[in-house]
């Protein structure tokens, strides 16, 4: 990821902005190659934890209220998480479901500023690159009557990605040394 970063001009950009959805090996790869990048949680993931509490708080068709959503579109993300947290469940699964999505908050905090974010004109949801990701990927192996072995699937994407990046010469150049 690094070295794509550098090759589409990582050293000219004025702000290098990393997206992704809060997991801990995303936060260790945004620290450890692009340290000086604005880390930001995707809000869609975010709404997807914040869906999940009010599951475990009021069954599976729940919906965060608006209260919650407002915060969490703010960045207050302090006060959505003590608010959430006044309602911890009974049962001890619940209370631990709960308390595991509440620490998602509580460590991705610093890069829920969305109202900041957002101020700045920054992307704050990763829509379009998983838009990229179906067109490249979806469109070719999930055609009608299409099965694919998992070698064959990877070869077609890794085709499909020197493609459809103008890397295509560099490939075969690559290969015939």
Known sequence: MYAEALRRGLEQARSVIALTDGAA?????VQTHFPDAVHIVDLFHAYEHLTAIAQI???????????????LEAG???????KAGKQLPASAKSKMSM???????????????YAEYREKKFFVGSGVVEAGCRTVIGQRLKQSGMRWSVRGANAIIALR??????????????RGS
């Open 57 to 71: 708080l009021w069954g599976q068709e729940a919906k965060a209220p608006k209260t919650w959503r407002d915060l």
């Open 99 to 113: 308390v595991k999505q509440l620490r998602y908050f509580e460590k991705n905090a610093p890069q829920m500023r």
């Open 25 to 29: 090996y995303n936060r260790t790869i």
């Open 161 to 174: 990605c020197c493609i459809l990046s103008d890397r295509f010469e560099d490939f075969w150049a690559s």
């Open 76 to 82: 207050d993300i302090d006060r959505l998480v003590r």
